[in-house]
């Protein structure tokens, strides 16, 4: 197929693009390239990719109408992950209309480039950050989320109702994908893993939020992409059993659907730095603080239709994961 990749050179998005060429697939991959994080590593994943005869990169602002407009009508996309997005629960604090414009503006850019386009399917990037102040566990994807806590939240429960109205008025297949707390080679810098990799190995102290009492249901990058790849081939259907007495978030009467991709194994945040250390072989120095706004206690995925509809479910062991990272940084990174 012909598949759009937004957000290329980002964590999943490059990631994503890789398994996809390998398998086939003629990817168009776009980014901006900002400079939220480090722009060479970017690059780095870009690289991975130009390898590729099928791989093709513009780079592109989603917030830019004419841009996606033109984008849309010189190339035929079959399919289109829509990964681009301003990302950081805590950055949305202080940055708020980065995330409007790239996360709101963006989005409804590339819903009217589906819909003038006839793409067969959108599926797109939303994040376990929409339950907010929900306290139910595990978090399900058939519970309203109506209390984010974060703006970054808000806009990713925007997109989700943004995709529905599309859904519904075009016809247009639409699934969200709220992942957890993705990790692993390549990962992001503003990320946990990242920064007390880094710290740790320079003998910095790592700061430990909520005292260590967090718990995150951590979700392996390989993990994430098989699931992503089985939504891509699979577009949303209407749920012919849809009630509006009774609403189901996360199916509907037009072909819309949200799953969970996650471990559904939450990790206490001070058995994941043990994990860290062992890897390592070196303890780290913790700073303990409060709890952060905008951020949550826990995340649990619950990923019953992941396997239902799909068939699909993670496997990989938290240690596994966390090796292979650290092997990754100290190889990328040339540290002995």
Not at 13 to 26: F, H, P, T, V, Y
Not at 107 to 125: D, K, P, S, T
Not at 173 to 201: A, C, E, H, K, Q
Not at 318 to 324: A, F, I, N
């Amino acid at each position: 197929m012909k598949i759009l990749v937004t957000g290329a050179a980002g964590f999943i998005g490059s990631a994503l693009s890789q398994k996809l060429l390998e398998r086939g697939d003629e990817i168009v991959g776009i980014d901006n390239l900002n400079d939220y994080y480090d722009v060479n590593l970017k690059l780095a994943r870009l690289e991975l990719l130009r390898g590729y005869d099928r791989f093709k990169f513009i780079k592109l602002e989603i917030a830019d109408k004419v841009s996606v407009e033109e984008l849309f009508a010189r190339e035929s996309f079959q399919r289109v992950m829509h990964l681009a997005a301003q990302a950081g629960v805590r950055h949305s604090i202080t940055n708020p209309y980065a995330y409007i414009d790239s996360n709101v503006v963006g989005f409804i850019n590339i819903l009217e480039g589906c819909r003038q386009g006839a793409v067969e399917h959108l599926a797109y990037a939303s994040s376990s950050s929409v339950y907010g102040a929900n306290t139910k566990m595990p978090f399900s994807v058939h519970d309203n989320v109506d209390h984010p806590v974060s703006l970054y939240a808000a806009t990713k429960k925007a997109n989700e109702l943004m995709a529905h109205a599309y859904s519904h008025l075009y016809n247009l297949p639409t699934t969200g994908l709220r992942f957890f707390t993705v990790y692993g080679p390549w990962g992001r810098p503003d990320m946990s893993l990242f920064l007390f990799v880094r710290n740790i190995l320079e003998g910095k102290p790592i700061d430990v939020f909520n005292y260590g009492n967090h718990r995150r249901d951590f979700t392996y990058i390989d993990d994430v992409v098989e699931g992503v790849i089985r939504v891509i081939d699979q577009p949303a259907q209407a749920n012919a059993d849809w009630s509006s007495e009774n609403p189901d978030p996360a199916t509907s009467f037009a072909p819309y659907r949200l799953y969970n991709i996650g471990n559904n194994n939450p990790v206490h945040l001070l058995t994941f730095i043990e994990t860290l250390e062992k890897c390592l072989g070196k303890q780290a120095i913790k700073n303990f603080l409060p709890m952060q706004s905008g951020d949550v206690p826990d995340t649990y995925a619950e990923v019953a239709g992941l396997v239902h509809d799909l068939g699909y479910k993670p496997t990989t062991l938290l240690e596994d994961g966390v090796r292979k990272f650290v092997e990754w940084y100290k190889d990328f990174y040339r540290i002995a």
